[in-house]
């Protein structure tokens, strides 16, 4: 979210991200929750953004679900499917 109040194209890398549950997060520490992040993601403007992921998994692909990221680009045949 911070890299959408840049005033020019960003491009950033992803590898191998593993997002906790929230039962897993709630075990180590108060972490927001993936639905509150997920709703202050869909409020920002990030067309100028580029991710490149490597290797997610399907909680990363779901939070980024209906987004406005300009690229988004998947190095993987994993992260394809």
């Not at 992040?37 to 209906?66: Q, Y």
Request: hydrophobic letters at 40%.
């Amino acid at each position: 979210m911070t890299l959408s109040s840049l005033d020019h194209p960003v491009g950033c890398e992803l590898w191998n991200v593993v997002l906790q549950s929230s039962e897993e997060a709630r075990r180590y520490e108060a972490h927001t929750h993936i639905s509150d992040l997920r709703s202050e993601i869909l409020a920002h403007d990030l067309s100028n953004i580029e991710i490149l992921v490597k290797n997610g998994s399907k909680e990363l692909f779901e939070l980024l679900r209906d987004t406005s990221i300009g690229v988004l680009i998947l190095r993987t045949a994993n992260c394809a499917s």
